[in-house]
């Protein structure tokens, strides 16, 4: 009898302590929702988690956004700036992962070395040397400095997850694939690119995340309010001028995260089969 109590306790212990670290990550999302249905002075002068009544003007006033810019228009432009450089990013970082998978060519140690050595270097570093760039470019004030980079595979980090993806891809099925006919590129996009499925996922939810949530490089390159993604749109509606409807802030706050989490649950399963296999090697 008690060699059976002891792995019960220890079970319901595990789930005790499980159960209290997902009741504290959780614990802000609800209070950001909980802030969005409450007054300003509900919200500074309560510590109850649940408003004493449900009031959705946070959100009409959260959704005309500031000045003449409406939530909808930064929404949109988010959309703008981070679906190009979402798929952009998957289709460059197949192409080169491929290459340094399946490929023999000269020098190929020594510049596998140098992409991932890349992975090292501060994004301080890079900041002021890609700005003149960009600016000589005339990208300034344009979603160019997110897309373009993109389009030429240069995010080292989805590289690597994806060769290490694919270096355990049996090289059988390429040889079987060549003995039907079918060319390098053909082997891509009918054989390795199916099997890679889960990471091509993981790093299209990991760039989706990273880019929509960029504050930093969108403050930089951007500067007409127009063009404002909601990141930089959310920081436009604390105005320190005057009194800040922190009620409304929550309410754009819990707006901006909704499609993040979507596309998060929506594609779980693949995700965490694309992080866990990714460097297993056959």
Same mark, same amino acid.
């Given at each position: 009898?008690?060699?059976?109590?002891?792995?019960a306790i220890r079970k319901a212990t595990a789930y005790i302590v499980l159960i209290a670290i997902g009741a504290l990550?959780?614990?802000?999302?609800?209070?950001?929702?909980?802030?969005?249905?409450?007054?300003?002075? /509900?919200?500074?002068?309560?510590?109850?988690?649940?408003?004493?009544?449900? &009031?959705?003007?946070?959100?009409? /006033?959260?959704?005309?956004?500031? #000045?003449?810019?409406?939530? =909808?228009?930064? !929404?949109?432009?988010?959309?703008?700036?981070?679906?190009?450089?979402?798929?952009?990013?998957?289709v460059s970082s197949t192409i080169v992962a491929y290459g340094f998978a399946r490929f023999n060519f000269p020098f190929?140690?020594? !510049?596998?070395?140098?992409?991932?050595?890349? *992975?090292?270097?501060?994004?301080?570093?890079?900041?002021?040397?890609?700005?003149?760039?960009?600016?000589?470019?005339?990208?300034?004030?344009?979603?160019?400095?997110?897309?373009v980079p993109a389009l030429f595979a240069c995010y080292p980090f989805f590289i690597f997850l994806l060769m290490q993806?694919?270096?355990?891809?049996?090289?059988?099925?390429? /040889?079987?694939?060549?003995?039907?006919?079918?060319?390098?590129?053909?082997?891509?996009?009918?054989?390795?690119?199916?099997?890679?499925?889960?990471?091509?996922?993981?790093?299209?939810? *990991?760039?989706?995340?990273?880019?929509?949530?960029?504050?930093?490089?969108?403050?930089?390159?951007?500067?007409?309010? &127009?063009?404002?993604?909601?990141? *930089? #749109?959310?920081?436009?509606?604390?105005?320190?001028? #005057?009194?800040?409807?922190?009620?409304?802030?929550?309410?754009?706050?819990?707006?901006?995260?909704?499609?993040?989490?979507?596309?998060?649950?929506?594609?779980?399963? &693949?995700?965490? /089969?694309?992080? =866990?296999?990714? #460097?297993?090697?056959?």
């Amino acid at each position: 009898m008690a060699r059976r109590t002891k792995p019960a306790i220890r079970k319901a212990t595990a789930y005790i302590v499980l159960i209290a670290i997902g009741a504290l990550m959780v614990y802000p999302i609800l209070f950001l929702i909980s802030a969005s249905f409450k007054t300003n002075q /509900e919200l500074f002068g309560s510590a109850s988690l649940l408003p004493k009544s449900l &009031s959705l003007s946070a959100y009409a /006033e959260a959704w005309s956004g500031v #000045g003449r810019n409406s939530f =909808a228009r930064f !929404l949109g432009n988010t959309f703008i700036l981070v679906i190009p450089t979402v798929a952009f990013t998957i289709v460059s970082s197949t192409i080169v992962a491929y290459g340094f998978a399946r490929f023999n060519f000269p020098f190929k140690r020594v !510049l596998t070395l140098l992409m991932i050595s890349t *992975l090292m270097l501060p994004n301080a570093v890079l900041v002021i040397p890609r700005y003149i760039m960009f600016t000589r470019f005339g990208w300034a004030n344009t979603y160019l400095p997110f897309i373009v980079p993109a389009l030429f595979a240069c995010y080292p980090f989805f590289i690597f997850l994806l060769m290490q993806f694919m270096r355990g891809i049996p090289r059988e099925l390429d /040889e079987a694939a060549f003995i039907d006919g079918c060319g390098s590129f053909r082997i891509l996009v009918d054989v390795i690119a199916p099997l890679c499925a889960p990471a091509l996922f993981s790093a299209g939810i *990991l760039q989706f995340i990273w880019t929509w949530n960029d504050f930093f490089n969108s403050l930089i390159y951007i500067n007409s309010v &127009s063009k404002f993604p909601i990141a *930089l #749109g959310l920081r436009l509606g604390m105005d320190t001028a #005057g009194d800040i409807s922190w009620n409304k802030i929550m309410a754009m706050s819990f707006m901006s995260i909704v499609p993040c989490v979507v596309l998060f649950f929506s594609a779980q399963k &693949s995700f965490i /089969e694309g992080i =866990a296999t990714t #460097g297993m090697k056959g």
